[in-house]
């Protein structure tokens, strides 16, 4: 069994590496940019024989197919792509990194001459708008309306997907994080609560510059999560939500004084549009297909995120914000 992770070098790449180093499985990393330093922040990995590091665009159809080819991968977790405000400010160069990355994923797993699995990241950005929907949660059921290029990207990945199955039986499963959280999320319209984590643990003023409610997910659940859906036998092309706690951003800032007090309310500020995106999702679909999806609770997430921003920091290896 030999792993490749696309996009490792980001914040979710990490930290699904991480973890699938720790259960001792040999991981290929692909990544346009040869940057081990977030794993670095989360674990003693860096150097591991057990892993390989090649680095390119996943665009380039050629080498992603010759990686799997002859790689001897049977695994893939595809993770890289750019984000919503990439893709909003230069949707040709979004799109073709985004969807006809992910088309090189599928067609790589489809040429490579033996099976292989593929589990990918997309986005509650399929979503639309709140009001778009009314006040429920929404299931795999319901339709996307995505309201970004970002979004649309992701729906055109998961209609591929299914494509792949019903004509070449490529097994594969998409999830759709909302807001992930914890140390290595330095990237994105939503990485703000993270860096008012860390904006506390530095002792500097922050604003997160998004407000409204948001579903914030645990960077540690949502790796597991993948490792968990890519060593599952599920047949078939799925598509399932994630979900994780769901909190205001005023809130929020209220949690961190709670965890720092007289630190956080000195610190932190919020103010900014909502993201567009509806945050009411139901998530027991992906529960009942692969069993052990971990749910850490906010509270605990914040704290394990703030300790390790405190250790790092008194280690001397905490960047300043940006
Ligand atoms: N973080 C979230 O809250 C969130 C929410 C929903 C979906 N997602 C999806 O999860 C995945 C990982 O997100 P993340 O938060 O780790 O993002 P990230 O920006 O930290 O990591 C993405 C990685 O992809 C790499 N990449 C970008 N363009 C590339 C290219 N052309 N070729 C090769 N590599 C390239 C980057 O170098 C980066 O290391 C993405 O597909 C993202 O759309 C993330």
Redesign the pocket.
């Known amino acids: 069994m030999r792993v490749l992770v696309?996009?490792?070098?980001?914040?979710?790449?990490a930290w699904t590496v991480k973890q699938l180093l720790d259960r001792g499985f040999d991981v290929l990393c692909?990544?346009?940019?040869a940057?081990l330093s977030r794993l670095g922040l989360i674990s003693g990995h860096v150097g591991s024989k057990q892993l390989e590091v090649q680095t390119?665009?996943?665009?380039d159809t050629t080498r992603v197919k010759a990686l799997v080819k002859d790689g001897g991968v049977t695994h893939i977790l595809h993770?890289?792509?750019?984000?919503m405000p990439f893709c909003q400010a230069q949707p040709v160069q979004g799109g073709l990194?985004?969807v006809i990355?992910t088309l090189n994923v599928f067609e790589a797993a489809r040429d490579a001459g033996r099976a292989v699995r593929v589990v990918?990241?997309?986005?509650?950005?399929v979503w639309g708008p709140e009001d778009a929907y009314g006040d429920r949660p929404l299931s795999e059921k319901d339709s996307p309306l995505p309201g970004t290029h970002?979004g649309v990207f992701?729906q055109a990945n998961e209609g591929n997907a299914r494509i792949f199955y019903t004509a070449n039986s490529i097994s594969s499963i998409g999830l759709?994080?909302?807001?992930?959280y914890g140390v290595?999320?330095?990237?994105?319209l939503?990485?703000d609560p993270t860096l008012a984590m860390k904006a506390v643990a530095l002792g500097v003023p922050f604003q997160i510059r998004v407000s409204g409610h948001m579903d914030l997910?645990y960077v540690e659940d949502v790796a597991e999560t993948f490792v968990r859906c890519v060593l599952s036998d599920v047949a078939g092309a799925h598509v399932f939500n994630l979900v994780g706690s769901i909190v205001e951003m005023n809130a929020l800032a209220g949690l961190l004084e709670k965890h720092r007090p007289g630190v956080a309310a000195r610190l932190i500020t919020v103010s900014g549009p909502q993201v567009p995106v509806s945050y009411k999702m139901d998530g027991s679909a992906l529960h009942a297909a692969v069993p052990g999806i971990p749910q850490t609770p906010l509270e605990d997430g914040i704290r394990q995120t703030l300790d390790r921003f405190d250790r790092l920091r008194a280690e001397g290896r905490l960047a300043p914000l940006a």
């Open positions: 696309t996009g490792s070098s980001g914040c979710i790449g692909y990544d346009q940019e940057d390119g665009a996943i665009e993770l890289a792509a750019v984000l990194i985004d990355g990918y990241a997309s986005s509650s950005a970002y992701k759709r994080p909302w807001t992930v290595g999320r330095d990237r994105g939503t990485a997910q």
